[in-house]
């Protein structure tokens, strides 16, 4: 498709998803909107399986995404970060409740054990999906990759599939049930904020910190970003020569708390930058990048598997994120809320984060107020799932594939 055509379309895409988050309030996310309409669109052929691609975003995306992560490190202040210990237990809680919940389904249905078909092949078992379930419904694309590995070791070449099933269908259960959980969650923070009981974000430090340490020269819009480029080129580089084991995004996000702290960066460094907007959209449409690649006899073949990974990881999400986050202290929309991360993670913690506080403060206190008691803990927690957690336990069961 030209460049330029598939540009505008996915413009517009997005543009009637936003418009319907709008209306409805956010009860309908605008990521959830735009999932549904690539979804149909791919599946039915309206959308060639390049569009993506061809819009040269996608590209983008992976060039900016660090960038966006560095710039989250330095919306969240250090001490924010602190406080969020709580988060990142419930996020562990979560993971291990996939897990545990997943291999009672598989117990439930069958475990099957490893055998070989007339060509000599490895014939996949209960327990193979079963691993590569709690990889990729627990984790994004690192995860996904090391239950492929794992399994294209196996010969198993359905089970190298699945993974990528659930990475293109998660965020489409994610979303909207993460929707309506914060939308509960909103409307409580706005009866506590008009009783007193939280306030608005305080705003001194931002004030105080306003133009950083940065030199005049480097607070332009290429200036800025040289300087948040050299950090994820070392956030890269931290990656690579530790073989994975301190992810770039990961070290990206402290990296940018650490430099708001420092006062080497202003607080949300990206903010007010010419580019910064199209950065966003290019990001958020790798969201949608796994769903060009369904076809409608995959979803077929592996439907059970799916709804057994989804039904049962949805209830141990639910079940172990609420009853921890009870024991800590938060509600049970927040707790679940941060469990639900594990479909998704980041941009999506942000956008619904958002689109939660704007749908239910009436005034700009309000939605400040609202965003900056639940933006943190989403965003943490979708760092506390997908990113660490579930890349640690990935790399434990992987290996267990084909055994």
Sequence with gaps: MNPVLAFVVVMLVWTAADWVAKKTKSLLSSLFVASIIFLVGFMTGLFPSTLLQDSSLL??????????????????????????????????????????????ATLIFGTGMPRVNDYGELVATGRDFMIAGIGALSGGTISVLMVQEAALGAGLTTVAAFPVLIAALQGLIGFPLTSIILRREAARLKED??????????????????????????RTTPGTLFCVGIVVLVSIWI?????????????????????????????????????????????????????????????????????????????????????????????????????????????????????????????????????????PKMIVAGFSTVTITSVVVTGIIASGIGG
């Design 193 to 218: 904020y008009r009783a007193g009981h939280i306030a608005v974000p305080a705003d001194e430090e931002a004030a105080a910190e306003s133009k950083g340490m940065l030199p005049d020269f480097l």
């Design 239 to 375: 990656n690579n020569i530790t073989g994975g084991t301190l992810n770039t995004f990961v070290v990206a996000l402290i990296f940018g708390i650490t430099l708001r702290a420092t006062g080497v960066f202003k607080p949300s460094v990206l903010s007010g930058i010419d580019a910064y907007g199209l950065m966003m959209l290019a990001i958020l449409i790798m969201v949608f990048g796994p769903l060009a690649t369904l076809r409608p006899a995959d979803l077929l073949a592996l439907a059970w598997p799916l709804v057994l990974v989804f039904v049962f990881g949805v209830i141990g999400i639910a079940a172990f994120s609420a009853g921890v986050g009870k024991l800590l202290g938060y509600s049970v929309p927040m707790s679940i809320a941060i469990g639900l991360t594990s479909l998704y993670g980041f941009p999506g913690t942000m956008i619904l984060s958002q689109e939660a506080a704007r749908g239910a403060g009436e005034t700009p206190e309000e939605v400040a107020a609202i965003e900056g008691q639940i933006l």
């Design 59 to 104: 590209g983008l995306a992976g060039v900016v995404v660090g960038f966006i992560i560095v710039h989250l490190g330095t919306v969240i202040s250090i001490d924010d970060f602190k406080k969020q210990w709580k988060t990142l237990l419930i996020g562990i809680a979560t993971v291990v409740g996939i897990g545990i919940l997943l291999v009672v």
